[in-house]
Nanobody, 127 residues
Framework: QVQLVESGGGSVQAGGSLRLACATS????????MAWFRQAPGKEREGVAV????????HYADSVKGRFTISKDNAENTLHLQMNGLQPEDTAMYYC????????????????????WGQGTQVTVSS
């Protein structure tokens, strides 16, 4: 049974940093396309960062490029999101997602391209 459990959220001031983790089980993270999505109140869920099964190919939303870094630890079956330079507009529930299929770059930020989801961890950034 596939499970994804996020942790590491919290409240920080603008300019601060957080490191999110997604502990996985039931599949080999080394073969999966993994992603972080976020959803702010009243807004649609949006893709933030994606890392492909090879562990080297990454994609980032323009809004987080240069500030966020996605990585995965295959030995620990854990996905991470290092978030630096946080801003109030980064406030949202952050979700970990996984899928075992390949999709073109144009679809990596589509939430329907992911079969498995975690419950989310809240990130709140104050000004």
């Amino acid at each position: 049974q596939v499970q994804l459990v996020e942790s590491g959220g919290g409240s920080v001031q603008a300019g601060g940093s957080l490191r999110l983790a997604c502990a996985t089980s039931g599949f080999a993270i080394s073969t999966a396309r993994m992603a972080w999505f976020r959803q702010a109140p009243g807004k649609e869920r949006e893709g933030v960062a994606v890392i492909r099964g090879d562990g080297r190919t990454t994609h980032y939303a323009d809004s987080v490029k240069g500030r966020f870094t996605i990585s995965k630890d295959n030995a620990e079956n854990t996905l991470h999101l290092q978030m630096n330079g946080l801003q109030p507009e980064d406030t949202a529930m952050y979700y970990c997602a996984a899928d075992m299929t390949w999709v073109p770059p144009s679809r990596v930020f589509s939430d329907v391209a992911y079969s498995y989801w975690g419950q989310g961890t809240q990130v709140t950034v104050s000004s």
